[in-house]
């Protein structure tokens, strides 16, 4: 009788943890998937305000403070999320936050120096006119960043969910409302994009101000922030430079496209990606938030092997038939919602549309090496990530075609990404199987909507009927798996 109460007891201990997993993923999925909305209602009317030339400024200037934003905590934020006492976090943070400021500070005389080197590199002379917002925005950017980590911590999604809502509110307000105001220039969307990143770090340090202000006043000390220095040093000395290996190795399509052709090049890239990566997001990045922190816990709990399978299991479902979708008509997707003008984006989103879906699955993945303090991995993993992909797009510049580059850089994607995701699994210790037989499983929902939609291109069926079938098709699929894959809920996944 005792041990029947026992298990009862486990039971409901277990589902209860579940059923907060999944209730954190459906918060943070909520905003971002109202955020992601507006953002993809607002693409059609800016792509209509700006040309080729103004995105590819933007998404080089993006690429930048991307770059130096990522080590602007100096990884300090990873180890927020560590410590079994509030105390050690909360130093932790402002460890973090004393760091972005000393960062952005630096920032201010190394870009005066750099600026006309860094703009002849890039072939953008429009960029120079904006070489001086980098370091107010990387400074915002570091701050938003180091209390996201906190707010992981204390498993107040909610915050994060009404600052991200927030930030797309007021980045495509501001956007829009500078084209239509005439300025048609990389300034209205860099301007957008800062607008936005300020109100939604006001925004989630007014809430966490609000509620753990005292924390900060009790326990902030600097001889605590010291000690966490030396404890988590692994993560400045190894780590900040395999994220810096990482984030350089996204930005380089930008940085060599600009290189070797045009702005107007990168602009097709940064549009074809961003709209190729939004959907994603609606589930990939919430879903990783949430799993980086339940990941140290079931570490400690010995049943990691359950949470990584389950996880991946969703990014599949979620991500695999969609993206497949869009690399059969990607061009007439794009072509019909932005217009003529931009098919070429679209073409560049069937390109990338594998890679971009090896990438979701891994991503999120890949915080096991962190919980894990494998740290060595990750670094050894972006030095390979980079030269790949540097190597890759090097070759298709000197071959002068964009398309030829970005199908290397997708091959080459694939590969360290099918890598990165099948080690995971090796260190959570899931058995390749089962991963296996969760790709084929999905896959085969894909088969008949796919041969509909490459009966429709070889017909050479109107644009428009083609994004329209395809439109119900994605519908379709996923009103089907809601209704008949009960293994879909959300619950299902954390419980074994």
Excluded at 149 to 156: G, L, Q
Excluded at 346 to 353: F, M, N, P, R, W
Excluded at 370 to 391: A, D, S, Y
Aim: proline residues 3%; positive net charge.
């Amino acid at each position: 009788m005792s041990q029947s109460g026992g298990k009862t007891n486990d039971i409901s201990t277990h589902e209860k943890k579940s059923k907060s997993f999944a209730s954190d993923v459906l918060t943070l999925v909520g905003g971002t998937t109202f955020a992601q909305i507006l953002i993809l209602l607002a693409a059609p009317i800016l792509t209509r305000l700006y040309g080729p030339d103004d995105f590819g400024v933007w998404a080089l200037f993006i690429s930048i403070t991307g770059i130096i934003g990522v080590i602007v905590c100096l990884r300090y934020e990873l180890a927020i999320m560590l410590p079994e006492s509030d105390e050690d976090a909360i130093n932790l943070l402002a460890l973090s936050l004393a760091i972005v400021l000393l960062v952005s500070i630096i920032m201010v005389p190394l870009l005066y120096i750099f600026k006309d080197s860094l703009v002849s590199l890039l072939n953008s002379p429009q960029l120079g006119d904006y070489v001086w917002l980098i370091p107010p925005f990387i400074f915002i950017s570091g701050v938003f960043l180091a209390l996201n980590y906190w707010n992981s911590r204390t498993k107040n999604f909610k915050r994060l969910s009404f600052a991200r809502v927030s930030s797309s509110l007021s980045s495509t307000g501001t956007q829009i409302g500078a084209g239509i105001g005439g300025y048609t220039s990389g300034i209205g969307l860099i301007a957008g994009s800062f607008v936005g990143n300020f109100i939604s770090t006001a925004v989630l340090g007014g809430q966490i101000w609000k509620d753990d202000h005292k924390l900060f006043k009790i326990y902030t000390h600097p001889r605590k922030m010291i000690s966490g220095l030396k404890r988590y040093r692994k993560f400045p000395l190894i780590d900040s430079w395999s994220a810096l290996l990482n984030s350089l190795s996204w930005q380089l399509p930008a940085f060599i496209l600009a290189f070797f052709f045009s702005p107007a090049v990168v602009g097709f890239y940064s549009l074809g990606f961003r709209l190729l990566q939004m959907p994603m997001n609606f589930v990939g990045k919430s879903l990783s938030q949430v799993f980086f922190q339940r990941a140290s816990i079931a570490k400690s709990e010995n049943n990691l092997n359950l949470l990584v399978e389950n996880v991946f299991r969703i990014l599949v479902v979620v991500g695999m038939f969609p993206i497949l979708t869009v690399t059969i008509v990607g061009s007439d997707i794009f072509s019909v919602v932005f217009g003529q003008d931009w098919a070429e984006a679209g073409v560049y989103a069937q390109i990338l549309s594998i890679w971009a879906f090896t990438w979701f699955i891994s991503s999120p993945l890949s915080s096991i090496y962190v919980v894990l303090e494998e740290q060595k991995f990750g670094l050894k993993f972006n030095i390979v990530n980079f030269t790949t992909r540097i190597l890759a797009l090097s070759i298709g510049g000197y071959l002068g075609n964009a398309r030829i580059a970005l199908f290397l850089f997708a091959v080459s994607g694939i590969l360290v990404y099918g890598y990165l995701c099948l080690k995971m699994m090796h260190y959570a210790e899931v058995k390749m199987s089962r991963v296996a037989r969760i790709v084929v499983s999905n896959f085969l929902y894909f088969i008949p909507a796919g041969t509909i939609l490459i009966i429709l291109k070889i017909f050479e069926v109107n644009q428009f009927v083609i994004v329209g079938v395809s439109g119900l098709l994605v519908l379709a699929y996923y009103s089907y798996i809601l209704l008949i894959d009960k293994q879909l809920n959300l619950k299902s996944y954390f419980v074994n």
